[in-house]
């Protein structure tokens, strides 16, 4: 049984870079693909991007490149990087594992997900 | 405002049928898989439906879903106090190269 776990600061300040790692268990983090997804305080979710094992990776254009994902098989983990954020960033931070058949570009939903780990972006 | 639209909010008595839509156009549900998720307050979401009418394993099988067109819908029979919660269509957007996602929408037992 896969799982997953968030972890980072819980409190960020505006400006600067918001860092999540996603821990995987249970299972390689190999062969398959991950994502991030948010959710503002009352709002729906917003998809942030997926990273492949090998490094391939893509992004949410309304993220505007702020978001950086990346992935270290070694220790069986990935992760997010979220520059100069601002009060609109102030979510719940989800990863989860994204299938995704990039060949036929078909998406057939992300399966197991971490319970969320919640960051303010607040002076 | 999201890309998918859905209704707020449904609702319904136990043991009935409530269907939820999500609407979206040619670049998202009218060419590639829908999917859905249920979301308990203060938890996680779940993965219901996947490749517009598939059940994980898990899943009961009075959760249903279907798909016309660029419009997609939910449904839920046999209604129980534990369906209470959000419920949001997801699809891959050619446009935006990335997955969008409905508003979401509350399901209440009456």
């Known amino acids: 049984q896969v799982h997953l776990q968030e972890s980072g600061p819980g409190l960020v300040k505006p400006s600067e870079t918001l860092s999540l790692t996603c821990a995987v268990s249970?299972?390689?983090?190999?062969?398959?693909?991950w994502s991030w997804i948010r959710q503002s305080p009352g709002k729906g979710l917003e998809w942030i991007g997926y990273?492949?094992?090998?490094?391939?990776?893509n992004y949410n254009p309304s993220l505007k490149s702020r978001a950086t994902i990346l992935v270290d098989t070694s220790k069986n983990q990935f992760s997010l990087k979220l520059t100069s954020v601002t009060a609109a960033d102030t979510a719940v931070y989800y990863c989860?594992?994204?299938?995704?058949?990039?060949?036929?570009?078909?998406?057939?939903?992300?399966?197991?997900w971490g319970q969320g780990t919640t960051v303010t972006v607040s002076s | 405002q999201s890309v998918l639209t859905q209704p707020p909010s449904v609702s319904g008595a136990p043991r009935q049928r409530v269907t939820i839509s999500c609407s979206g156009s040619?670049?998202?549900?009218?060419?590639?898989?829908v999917n859905w998720y249920q979301q308990v307050p203060g938890k996680a979401p779940r993965l219901l439906i996947y490749?517009?009418?598939l059940l994980p394993s898990g899943v009961s099988d009075r959760f249903s879903g279907s798909k016309s067109g660029t419009s997609a819908s939910l449904a839920i029979s046999g209604l129980q106090s534990e369906d209470e919660a959000d419920y949001y269509c997801?699809?891959?957007?050619?446009?935006?190269?990335?997955?969008?996602f409905g508003g979401g929408t509350k399901v209440t037992v009456l």
């Open positions: 989860a594992r994204f299938n995704w058949d990039a060949g036929q570009y078909l998406d057939y939903g992300m399966d197991v």
């Open positions: 040619s670049f998202n549900i009218g060419n590639n898989a």
């Open positions: 249970g299972g390689s983090i190999s062969s398959y693909y």
């Open positions: 990273i492949y094992y090998t490094g391939s990776s």
């Open positions: 997801a699809a891959w957007d050619e446009s935006r190269n990335a997955v969008v």
């Open positions: 490749y517009n009418d």
